[in-house]
């Protein structure tokens, strides 16, 4: 049941998430924002294995038929199979990129404000294509390399399908991906507060200053998002890589409990750290017209300029 529930969740808000960035042209128009839709979009997919999982294991405990031996080659028939390892590789390479992009915000801002959000659309385009890789290597070898006895139980979604060899690289990548994000963060918390501290934001006209504000809130954001990655996602698969390549078997339920609690995590920073995103999801939901941006833009200079004068004044020793 928990795989339905927590499956439910993932869904439900991820895909609201996608959905909302999808559907706003201001969102879309946000290089730094495409890229969570697409980290969001990771996670659902991930939700949707979960769910169909789950409510594959419900069906087949009622009818009695769970502890019936397959093929490896007979649980690629079932959806899930392919969507966890996808959903799990993805969110960690998801974590990855935004964790460059963030890096490219605060040490070179002036750049990153050229690159347009063709960019993002480039970036998510190579991660579908990863995706599409991953899938046709898990047919691929469960096809070839495995034998044709029943010797997996009949629920036997995601890399369990294949050799063991490819589930320990499958959770292995995905660790990597995930500790490798968390890293690159510790480069962009260090670049952040060297730049931020001397952007010198009272000599900044207020376009700039906005956008500055605006690449400071994503990254504060970005920078939770990968600590509770390194807690609930990193720390599981990296144990359950070593456990495989050590051969000791472990219950995996409450280590992959953990890696969608992750998933589920995500969905609320979202949506307390980005305050567009949370309106315009609430402009999605109720069916009404979407807040125009703009306005948020404008009541922006203001405060802006508000912000502007405080730090002339704290510069200048409160005179």
């Not at 990771?42 to 949707?48: E, I, L, N, P, R």
């Not at 659309?121 to 096809?143: D, Q, R």
């Not at 009949?154 to 660790?175: E, H, K, M, Q």
Request: with cysteine.
């Amino acid at each position: 049941m928990i795989f339905v529930v927590q499956g439910s969740v993932m869904c439900l808000g991820n895909g609201l998430i996608a959905a909302t960035i999808a559907s706003n042209k201001y969102l879309r128009r946000q290089k730094e924002i495409l890229l969570m839709a697409g980290l969001a979009m990771a996670d659902f997919v991930y939700g949707t294995a979960t769910l169909l999982a789950g409510s594959l294991r419900i069906d087949m405990t009622l009818r009695g038929v769970i502890s019936e031996l397959v093929t490896p080659w007979d649980c690629m028939k079932w959806p899930p199979t392919a969507l966890f390892t996808v959903g799990q590789q993805t969110v960690g390479l998801m974590m990855v990129i935004i964790s460059v992009d963030r890096y490219i915000a605060v040490s070179r801002f002036s750049l990153y404000r050229t690159m347009g959000v063709a960019y993002a659309y480039k970036v998510l385009s190579l991660v579908v294509v990863y995706a599409a890789t991953i899938v046709t290597a898990l047919f691929a070898v469960s096809y070839f390399l495995t034998t044709r006895t029943a010797n997996k139980t009949r629920l036997c979604v995601g890399p369990w399908a294949a050799p063991a060899w490819f589930g320990t690289i499958d959770s292995g990548l995905s660790s990597f991906y995930g500790y490798l994000s968390v890293a690159i963060y510790g480069a962009v918390y260090y670049k952040y507060r060297k730049h931020f501290q001397n952007s010198g934001i009272s000599q900044l006209d207020v376009t700039r200053a906005r956008q500055l504000a605006t690449q400071r809130r994503v990254t504060v954001t970005v920078g939770i998002v990968a600590f509770f990655t390194f807690v609930f996602f990193c720390t599981p698969t990296a144990f359950v890589s070593l456990a495989n390549y050590f051969g000791v078997t472990i219950s995996s339920t409450v280590i992959y409990t953990l890696t969608r609690t992750n998933s589920i995590v995500h969905i609320f920073i979202y949506l307390i750290r980005q305050k567009d995103v949370r309106q315009a999801m609430i402009s999605l939901i109720t069916c009404s017209r979407a807040s125009d941006m703009h306005n948020h833009a404008q009541n922006f200079v203001p405060s802006m300029r508000r912000q502007i004068v405080s730090t002339q004044i704290s510069t200048n020793g409160g005179v």
